[in-house]
C-alpha cells in the first residue's frame, strides 16, 4: 500500500511527498517498507515553521486499530527524513485527523526556533522521532512530549514529568523467539551495546536465560573496541544480535564484522531490513503502527493525567521479522 | 704430496703440449675451443644477466611484498592500535606483544597519542624515551589519511630496501544518529564522524629476507657456474664428436693437393658438412676428369689420337725394363711416309691430316692391341711390338708396308698412296737406351729410303752405319757451334753467259769450317740442320753474310751479282722480309743485284704466306730463281704461273749431255719454254767446253759448274772461253 507524504510550508505551501507504506500485513508479524525513496523539492530552512502534510490512502477500517480523535493538533517531530522516522510519522497521521508533522533536516543549529515556534502554535502534544528531535523536543514544558526511535535515551536531559518515551526496539523476548524460529540451532548469542543500556542488557539476558540461550554480553566504547570485542567473542559464539547503537558501530566496523561473522559462521540478527544486505540471518525490527499505537496510549494516558504511573519508557509489542534469502532458502 | 706434485706436473706437460700444439699450429685458434668459448661467455653472460635480474627482480618482488605485509598490517593497526581504546585492558598489550614476537620483521611498534607524544613502545624491553615524539608535520600527514585508501605512510629506501618505518593514524567512527533504524547503513550516503585517538607507529626490518635472498642467489650462481663447467666438459665432448666429420676430411684433402685423386671421403652425418663431402667429391670427379683430359693431351698425338712421342718414349722405356728383366725380344718400327710433302704441297695441310688420320687408324689395325702406335713427328710414326723378335718384326713390318700399298687415298678427285718405309730396331738386352733404339730405327728408315723407298730395313748395328749415325748426331752440336762461333763461310761460284762466257753473277755456296781448318761441303751437314731446324739460322747466315760480301766485294768485281739460296725453312720465318730488308739497308746492297733460288719444290707448294714473302721481295727488287728444275714434280704448265727470272736446270740433265739425247732434247725444250715465259735458263753442273757448247746451242743462257769456274773464296769476274765453231756462235754471227 502507498501512501503519499506532503510536506507543508508556511504560506499554504505544502509539499506532497509520496511514500510507500505497508501497512499491517495480513500475518501481523511483518512489515513492508517504502520500495521507493520519496520524492521531494529542494527544502530552504524551516523559518517560520515546517510543517508536513500527510495524506494517506487508508486501509478499510476494519483492518485498522480504532483511531483516538482528539480535537486539538498534535505536533510531529521528524529529526530527518529517514524512512524509519517517516514511517512512524505516517502512522501517526493515520491515527490523528488533526495531526501536524515538521522535520528538522537533520539540523541541529535550527531545531531551537523550530521547537519553539510548535511552542506557540499551541499543540495538544508533541510527538519528537528521533534524538534530534527528542533532545529539541524535551524542553518544551507546557504540553506532553512523546519521543520515540531513539535507541540512546539516556542521553537526553529530561528535567519534566511532561515528557516520555518509546522504546526503540522491539521486545526482546519477541525477538529472540522470532529468532529462534527460524534458526532454532541457536545456542550461544553475542551482544555488543554502549554504556547506559543495562536495562537492554538485564532484559536480554532474562530473555536468552529463559530460552536456554547462552547470551554474550560486553559493553564497549567505540566502533574500534566493538570490533575488537567481536573478533574476540566470534569464535564462541554462532548468533550476534546487532542492536541500533550508532555510537559504536561504523561502517568499517560492520563491513569487518560480516567479514569475520562470514568466516567464522556467526549469523547475524539485525535492527533494520536494509541491513540484511551485510549478510546477516535476520531482520527484527519494529513496527510504525505499534510505535503509533504505544505512543497513543502514553499520550491518552498523559492527557488525563496519568502521568506518574507512566514509565519512562513504554516498551512496544510487535516485532517485524524479515529472514534473508540465504535463510530462507535453508528453512 | 707427491702424487699432487705428479698431478701438477702432469697438468703443467699437457699445457705445455697444448702450447706446443698450438704454436705448430701457426697460431691459429682450434674451431672447438672458439665455439665452445662463445657458448660458455654466452652462457656467463646469460648467467650474469639472469643473476642481476633475479636480484633486481627480487629487490622489487621483496618490496612489493614489504608493501603488501605493511599494508596486511595496517590492516590490522586496529587491533593492534587496541591499547589506544583499551587503555586499561592488559590482555590487549599482552596480545600486542605476543603479535609482535611472531613477525621478527616488525622490530618495534610505538603508539602515540593524538598530538603525537609517545605513550609506549612493544616491546617493552624499548624505553619510551628512546623513541621521539612525532613531529607536528608527520603529524599532520598521518591525520590526513585518515580513513584513505591506504590509511598509512611509509618511509623507505627504493633501491635495496630493508627498513620500513610506517605511521598510521588510529581513530573511531561513529554513525549519524538514526543510521541504524532504517536504511542499510553501508549504502546510506551517511557521513561518519570520526575521532582521532592516536598514531601507532611500526619499525619493519627486512634484512633476514634480504639475507635469504643474497644467500639463495649466491646458490644460485654456485650451481650456474657448476652448470657451466658441466656443459663446458659435455658441449666439448659433443662439438669434437660434431666436427669429427670435418677433421676426417683433412687426410683426403691433403692427398687430393698431393695429386691422388683416389681418395675416399667418410660420410658425414650432419647436412652442412655432408654437402661440403658432396662438393669434394665432385670436385674430385671434375680434377679426375680433366686431370684425364690433360694426360690424354700431354700423352696422345691431338690429329690421330695415337700416343704421342712423350707418352711413347715412357712405354718404350717400360718395355726396355721388362725385356731387361724377362729377357725376351721386342722391336721398334720407325714409319716414315714416302713422298707425303707431295700431297701435303699439292692438296694442303689439311688433306695432309687426313691422310695422316688414315694412316693411324691403318697402323692401329696392323700391329693389334698389345703393341704401340704413336706419332713421332710430322709423317713419321713409330711401333712397339712388344715381344717381337727380329722374324715377328719382319712379319710386322711387311705386314704394314703391304697395307699401305694397299691402301689409295682419294683427295679433289686425285688419288694418291702413301708408301711407306719402315726401319727396324731389335730391343734386346744388349740394346736397350731408348735413344739410342730410336735412332737405329731411324737410321734405318733412311736406308730403307735411299734402298729406294717402299721398303723396310733392319738396323744392321754395321762399323759404316755406326759411323754415320754417330756422324749425324755429331753434326748438331758442330752445326750449333758453328753458328755461334761463326764458323760458316761463303764460296762464290760464277754463272757465265754461254754464247759470251762473260761472268753474269755468283752463286754464294756455304762451307762448314771443319775443326782441322777442312772446309766441309753443305751435303755433309745440310740434312743434319734440316732434320734438328737450324736450317733458318743458317739461311740468314748466309743472307747477312752475303750482303756483307757484296758490300766488301762490290768495288773490285764489276756488276757484281750475288744469287742467295734459300730453303723453305727460311720462309717459315715471318721477319724474312724485314731481315732481307735491315742487310741490304746495312751494307748498302742494291736488291736488283740480289737474286734468291728457291727450290722447285717450295715453288710448286708456295704456300700463301711464301707466296707473300716472295712477292714482297721482288717488289723491293730482288730477282728469283728457280734452283734444280727438272727434278722435282712441277710440269712445265707450272712454269706459266711461276714468276721467276732465272731457270735453273738440274745437274741431272747436264751431267751427261753430250751423250744422252733426250737430256738434250729436254734441255732445249725447257730453254724454249722458260724463253717464251721469260726466264733466263741457267744450266747446272757444266763439266766441258764441249757440254758448254752443246748448250748454246739447246738455248740455254747461262752455264754454272767446274768448267765455268769453281767456287772461290772472293767472288771473281772470269770469263769462260768459248768455242768459235759452236753452232751457237754462227748462229750469233748471222
Known amino acids: 500500500m502507498l501512501e503519499t507524504i506532503n510536506r507543508a510550508r508556511p504560506g499554504s505551501i505544502l509539499l506532497v511527498l509520496l511514500a510507500s507504506l505497508l501497512g499491517a500485513c495480513a500475518s501481523g508479524l511483518t512489515t513492508s517498507w517504502p520500495e521507493e525513496p520519496v520524492e521531494a523539492e529542494a527544502v530552504p530552512a524551516p523559518e517560520p515553521l515546517p510543517e508536513i502534510s500527510i495524506e494517506a490512502n487508508r486501509k478499510p477500517a476494519e483492518l485498522l486499530p480504532p483511531p483516538v480523535r482528539k480535537t486539538t493538533p498534535i505536533a510531529i517531530v521528524v529529526s530527518s527524513r529517514q524512512t524509519a522516522y517517516t514511517d512512524v510519522a505516517a502512522a501517526l497521521i493515520e491515527r490523528y485527523d488533526d495531526a501536524h508533522v515538521y522535520e528538522l533536516g537533520g539540523d541541529d543549529a535550527a531545531t531551537g526556533g523550530v521547537i519553539r515556534n510548535i511552542g506557540d502554535i499551541g499543540n495538544s502534544a508533541v510527538v519528537a522521532i528521533g534524538l534530534l528531535a527528542a533532545r529539541s523536543a524535551v524542553s518544551l514544558t507546557d504540553v506532553p512530549v512523546v519521543y520515540c526511535q531513539v535507541f540512546n535515551d539516556q542521553e537526553l536531559d529530561i528535567a519534566s514529568d511532561n515528557v516520555r518515551g518509546v522504546a526503540a526496539y522491539s ?93 567464522n559462521r556467526v549469523r547475524f540478527a539485525v535492527p533494520n531490513e536494509g541491513m540484511l544486505s551485510l549478510g546477516a540471518a535476520v531482520a527484527l525490527t519494529t513496527v510504525a503502527t505499534d510505535i503509533a499505537a504505544v505512543i497513543g496510549e502514553v499520550l491518552e494516558r498523559m492527557a488525563r493525567g496519568d502521568v506518574d504511573s507512566l514509565p519512562r519508557l513504554s516498551q512496544l509489542r510487535e516485532v517485524g521479522v524479515k529472514t534473508s534469502s540465504a535463510m530462507a532458502e535453508a528453512r | 704430496m707427491n702424487a699432487v706434485v705428479r698431478s701438477g706436473r702432469r697438468l703443467m706437460d699437457r699445457l705445455a703440449k697444448r702450447w706446443q700444439d698450438f704454436r705448430d699450429a701457426g697460431g691459429k685458434r682450434g674451431l672447438v675451443n672458439e665455439i665452445l668459448t662463445i657458448q660458455l661467455v654466452s652462457a656467463a653472460l646469460a648467467g650474469s644477466l639472469a643473476v642481476a635480474g633475479l636480484y633486481w627482480g627480487g629487490q622489487w618482488v621483496l618490496k612489493d611484498n614489504y608493501a603488501r605485509w605493511a599494508l596486511q598490517w595496517t590492516n590490522e593497526l586496529n587491533e593492534l592500535a587496541a591499547p589506544l581504546y583499551l587503555a586499561e585492558d592488559d590482555e590487549a598489550a599482552i596480545r600486542l606483544e605476543s603479535y609482535v614476537e611472531r613477525y621478527p620483521e616488525i622490530r618495534r611498534v610505538r603508539y602515540y597519542d593524538r598530538n603525537g607524544e609517545v605513550m609506549f613502545v612493544v616491546p617493552a624491553a624499548e624505553t619510551e624515551d628512546a623513541v621521539d615524539p612525532l613531529e607536528e608535520k608527520r603529524v599532520a600527514a598521518a591525520t590526513e589519511v585518515m580513513s584513505a585508501d591506504t590509511p598509512f605512510l611509509m618511509k623507505g629506501g627504493v633501491i635495496n630496501a630493508r627498513r620500513f618505518d610506517i605511521l598510521a593514524p588510529v581513530w573511531v567512527e561513529t554513525l549519524p544518529e538514526g543510521t541504524l533504524f532504517g536504511d542499510d547503513p553501508l549504502q546510506a550516503d551517511v557521513t561518519a564522524s570520526r575521532e582521532l585517538r592516536g598514531f601507532i607507529g611500526l619499525d619493519l626490518d627486512f634484512e633476514v629476507f634480504h639475507d635469504g635472498l643474497l644467500s639463495n642467489m649466491r646458490d644460485a650462481v654456485l650451481v650456474l657456474l657448476v652448470l657451466l663447467a658441466v656443459l663446458g666438459v659435455y658441449g666439448r665432448h659433443v662439438l669434437r664428436k660434431a666436427l669429427r666429420s670435418v677433421s676426417d676430411l683433412e687426410q683426403p684433402i691433403r692427398d687430393i693437393a698431393l695429386g691422388d685423386l683416389d681418395v675416399n671421403f667418410k660420410p658425414a652425418v650432419h647436412r652442412e658438412i655432408s654437402d661440403v663431402v658432396e662438393a669434394l667429391q665432385t670436385t674430385v670427379a671434375a680434377l679426375s676428369d680433366r686431370d684425364a683430359r690433360l694426360r690424354q693431351l700431354a700423352n696422345h698425338d691431338s690429329l690421330t689420337g695415337l700416343f704421342n712421342r712423350r707418352r711413347f718414349i715412357e712405354a718404350l722405356k717400360h718395355e726396355s725394363i721388362k725385356v731387361m728383366r724377362e729377357g725376351h725380344e721386342s722391336a721398334l718400327l720407325f714409319i716414315d711416309l714416302d713422298q707425303f710433302k707431295y700431297i701435303n704441297d699439292a692438296c694442303g695441310h689439311p688433306a695432309g691430316d687426313r691422310l695422316i688420320c688414315k694412316v693411324a687408324d691403318e697402323l692401329r689395325r696392323c700391329v693389334g692391341e698389345s703393341n704401340v702406335v704413336a706419332r713421332f713427328g710430322g709423317d713419321e710414326f713409330v711401333v712397339l711390338a712388344r715381344g717381337s723378335d727380329e722374324a715377328v718384326s719382319e712379319a710386322m713390318a711387311e705386314t704394314i708396308l703391304n697395307s699401305m700399298r694397299r691402301m689409295a687415298h682419294v683427295e679433289d678427285g686425285r688419288v694418291f698412296y702413301a708408301h711407306c718405309s719402315i726401319g727396324v730396331a731389335i730391343i734386346s738386352n744388349e740394346n736397350l737406351y731408348h735413344d739410342d733404339l730410336i735412332q737405329q730405327a731411324d737410321q734405318a728408315c733412311r736406308e730403307a729410303k735411299l734402298a729406294g723407298r717402299n721398303r723396310y730395313r733392319i738396323f744392321d748395328a754395321s762399323e759404316v752405319a755406326e759411323q754415320r749415325q754417330n756422324a749425324d748426331v755429331s753434326w748438331v752440336n758442330s752445326l750449333r757451334e758453328a753458328l755461334d762461333e761463326d764458323r760458316f763461310e761463303l764460296r762464290f761460284q760464277p754463272i757465265n753467259r754461254v754464247d759470251t762466257g762473260e761472268t753474269v753473277h755468283h752463286e754464294v755456296l756455304i762451307r762448314l769450317r771443319g775443326e782441322h781448318g777442312d772446309a766441309v761441303a753443305p751435303d755433309a751437314f745440310l740434312p743434319s740442320a734440316v732434320r734438328f731446324g737450324l736450317m733458318s739460322e743458317i739461311d740468314f747466315w748466309v743472307i747477312r753474310n752475303a750482303a756483307a760480301a757484296y758490300q766488301q766485294h762490290q768495288s773490285t768485281v764489276q756488276g757484281l751479282r750475288l744469287a742467295i739460296n734459300l730453303s723453305a725453312h727460311a720462309f717459315e720465318n715471318d721477319s724474312l722480309t724485314d731481315y732481307v730488308r735491315a742487310m741490304f739497308e746495312e751494307y748498302k746492297v742494291p736488291p736488283n743485284r740480289i737474286i734468291f733460288e728457291i727450290t722447285e719444290s717450295l715453288a710448286i707448294r708456295r704456300p700463301l704466306h711464301v707466296d707473300q714473302q716472295i712477292n714482297t721481295l721482288r717488289e723491293l727488287g730482288v730477282a728469283f730463281a728457280l734452283d734444280d728444275f727438272g727434278t722435282g714434280y712441277s710440269s712445265f704448265g707450272y712454269l706459266q704461273q711461276l714468276k721467276f727470272d732465272y731457270l735453273k736446270i738440274d745437274g741431272t740433265f747436264v751431267r751427261d749431255l753430250p751423250n744422252n739425247p733426250v737430256d738434250q732434247k729436254m734441255i732445249r725444250l725447257i730453254a724454249e719454254v722458260g724463253q717464251e715465259a721469260g726466264m733466263q735458263t741457267v744450266a747446272e753442273y757444266v763439266q766441258d767446253a764441249e757440254t758448254m757448247s752443246l748448250l748454246a746451242e739447246l738455248g740455254v743462257d747461262m752455264a754454272q759448274g767446274h768448267f765455268v769456274g769453281e767456287a772461290t773464296m772472293e767472288p771473281e769476274a772470269r770469263a769462260t772461253p768459248i768455242l768459235l765453231d759452236t753452232h751457237r756462235l754462227r748462229k750469233l754471227r748471222k
Do not use: N
Not at chain 1, 550461544?188 to 536456554?212: F, K, Q, S, T, Y
Open chain 1, 171 to 263: 521486545p526482546l523476548e519477541a525477538q529472540l523467539d522470532a529468532w529462534l524460529a527460524v534458526d532454532p540451532e541457536l545456542r550461544r548469542i553475542g551482544m555488543l551495546v554502549g554504556e547506559g543500556h543495562e536495562d537492554l542488557i538485564a532484559e536480554a539476558r532474562g530473555a536468552a536465560e529463559r530460552r536456554g540461550v547462552d547470551l554474550l554480553v560486553r559493553t564497549t566504547h567505540s566502533d574500534q573496541e566493538t570490533l575488537y570485542a567481536f573478533r574476540r567473542m566470534s569464535r564462541d559464539i554462532d548468533g550476534f544480535w546487532l542492536f541500533p547503537d550508532s555510537r559504536v558501530l561504523s561502517a568499517r566496523a560492520l563491513r569487518e564484522m560480516a567479514q569475520i561473522a562470514e568466516k
